[in-house]
């Protein structure tokens, strides 16, 4: 077996999609013996579950958690190989909105919604959807809401595309109606007292 064996170089594909099954060789021309074991470093930390007696490293149905910089040595040996960039692709996910202030129009005014997720490559297309309506109701990662409503964003790349929850913008009408019912309920026996002594006083008068 070598000295040193300075020579180590890992071969990875550059881009993977999650869910794919990959290949990480670590190769190099010292004449190793049939017992030499490789350690297999990620982001400069060593995985210690894979000391392996041959010089392959298998990743299976690889995840997002699995992206990072590779790098692999010969136990014994304190040379260690330069790192190669392993970038694990996939889908949108975590799709959620984010809504601007406390999500109720003014009148001449309107709510800024923004669709966030989290994906490789970054989402670029984004389209935005009112429930029950079947016609995306605009486009770009922001929309602003200029009628009440629940609305949901759907974020694409690629790989695929995932929608998010809905959110309901409220329009001030729809407030101002509901604070009215809210004080006819809250006062409501107090107004019919009201209105049953003024309609006794109206028969006294009578």
Excluded at 28 to 43: E, G, H, K, M, V
Excluded at 137 to 144: D, I, K
Excluded at 173 to 195: D, P, S, V
């Amino acid at each position: 077996m070598c000295v040193l064996c300075s020579d180590l170089q890992v071969e990875s594909p550059e881009r993977v999609t999650e869910g794919d099954s990959v290949n990480l060789t670590c190769k190099s021309s010292c004449a190793l013996t049939d017992r030499a074991t490789f350690i297999w470093y990620r982001n400069s930390q060593p995985l210690t579950e894979r000391r392996d007696r041959n010089n392959e490293l298998l990743l299976q149905s690889v995840r997002r958690e699995d992206s990072g910089r590779y790098s692999c040595a010969v136990d014994g040996h304190t040379h260690i190989s330069p790192a190669v960039q392993l970038n694990v692709t996939y889908p949108p996910r975590s799709v959620s909105v984010l809504m601007s202030g406390s999500g109720v129009i003014v009148e001449g005014d309107s709510v800024t919604l923004n669709c966030i997720s989290d994906s490789n490559p970054p989402a670029l297309n984004f389209s935005w959807f009112k429930e029950k309506e079947t016609s995306a109701v605009g486009s770009g990662q922001s929309f602003s809401a200029l009628q009440s409503g629940r609305f949901y964003c759907q974020a694409h790349n690629q790989h695929g595309s995932q929608r998010s929850d809905a959110v309901t913008v409220t329009g001030e009408a729809f407030i101002n109606t509901l604070l009215y019912l809210h004080i006819i309920h809250q006062f409501g026996e107090l107004i019919m007292m009201i209105f049953l002594f003024q309609f006794i006083m109206l028969l006294v008068g009578m």
